[in-house]
């Protein structure tokens, strides 16, 4: 029976065997790199091994003007980029900014926007708005928001105005309940107070959103609610009078 060789001689051997292989790999990689040279399939059967011309014919850039001239255009890609980005009117605008608000207590808009200039529209839209259903998209986000929020109060907690127009509002017991947003109590203060002003022409807070519409000041409130006017323009934009009495008015 063939005596088996001792452990130490198999750890020597595989050491052995071990360090001949990285000698071999850092030899080829460092001293001697294998030179590759791409080949013309094309012309591989014309063309002779020996000629110069044959070596030089598919240069990397060669290679680089190939790919160019084969690449499939990316129609989508390249549609987006040189579409222009939609541009948002008035009403628009209120409504893209009043969707972005009510949306997420925690949005704000960046203190970096200047309130007296059109609102960049991807700031407030969640959608690519220079994609060929940009328009629809948007149709859809003004349908969605006054929808949701058919009464929606830009508000200051501070304001005996404001508290009196929230004691009208919550006297109607509406369903949904009126989205009041008070303003003075957010950090984007300084930007969306005047930015509203614009978008609604009005002189101060708080305003009054109907259905997206500015309903007036809030003197012509207190005169609409009196007459039953506001209730009627209230039941119009899909809002229901004494709908929920036990709810509260949302706040954000």
Same mark, same amino acid.
């Given at each position: 029976m063939p005596s088996r060789k001792p452990r130490a001689y198999w750890v020597r051997t595989t050491f052995l065997a071990l360090?001949?292989?990285?000698?071999?790999?850092v030899y080829v990689l460092l001293v001697q790199p294998p030179v590759l040279r791409p080949i013309s399939f094309r012309d591989a059967e014309h063309t002779h091994p020996d000629d110069p011309a044959r070596a030089s014919r598919w240069t990397p850039e060669a290679f680089r003007l190939a790919a160019l001239k084969h690449r499939k255009p990316n129609a989508t890609g390249s549609s987006n980029t040189a579409r222009p980005q939609i541009t948002l009117n008035q009403t628009q605008e209120?409504?893209?900014v009043s969707s972005f608000i009510a949306s997420l207590p925690q949005n704000v808009i960046p203190s970096t926007v200047d309130p007296a200039q059109p609102i960049d529209p991807q700031l407030v839209l969640d959608f690519d708005t220079r994609g060929p259903q940009a328009e629809d998209e948007l149709r859809n986000v003004m349908h969605d928001v006054w929808s949701r929020n058919p009464v929606m109060l830009y508000?200051?907690?501070?304001?005996?105005? $404001?508290?009196e127009i929230k004691q009208v509002l %919550?006297?109607?017991?509406l369903r949904p309940a009126p989205t009041i947003v008070d303003v003075d109590h957010r950090p984007d203060?300084?930007?969306?107070a005047p930015l509203l002003l614009r978008l609604t022409s009005t002189q101060e807070l708080p305003i009054l959103l109907i259905g997206g519409?500015?309903?007036? $000041?809030p003197k012509?409130?207190?005169?609409? %609610?009196a007459k039953g006017e506001l209730q009627r323009l209230i039941t119009e934009a899909g809002g229901v009078i004494d709908?929920?009495?036990k709810k509260k008015a949302k706040k954000l």
């Open positions: 360090f001949v292989l990285a000698a071999v790999s209120l409504a893209a508000s200051k907690v501070h304001s005996p105005i $404001s508290r %919550a006297e109607l017991y203060e300084s930007v969306l519409r500015t309903v007036g $000041s012509e409130i207190r005169y609409l %609610a709908g929920a009495r």
